[in-house]
């Protein structure tokens, strides 16, 4: 899981591909976003933009907006899992 830097809000990353966004306050289902292939290792919220990043064993990296609810690109290349992601502050 990843705590949001400003909002009461945990991104978790799922065995199944899913990753869920919650609010850990009222104990709410906020969103989901299902578009990787097996499951997801490593997930961070950007601090000051509606983005996060997730990468998992399908070899790829995800970057989502989470305003708009959407994947906005892939990052292909790798040649095994991803373990973790961070952005560069």
């Known amino acids: 899981i990843t705590f949001h830097p400003n909002r009461p809000w945990i991104l978790a990353s799922l065995h199944n591909g899913v990753i869920q966004l ?6 709410t289902l906020l ?6 292939d097996g499951p997801v290792r490593g997930i ?8 996060f990043v997730s990468g998992g064993d399908d070899y790829k990296i995800k970057v989502w ?7 906005l690109f ?16």
């Open 31 to 36: 969103d989901r976003f299902d578009e990787h």
């Open 44 to 51: 961070d919220f950007h601090t000051n933009q509606p983005l």
């Open 74 to 89: 892939t990052l292909l290349g790798h040649l095994d899992y991803i373990r973790t992601t961070f952005f560069h502050h």
């Open 22 to 27: 919650w609010d850990y306050r009222m104990c």
């Open 65 to 71: 907006n989470y305003k708009q609810k959407k994947c």
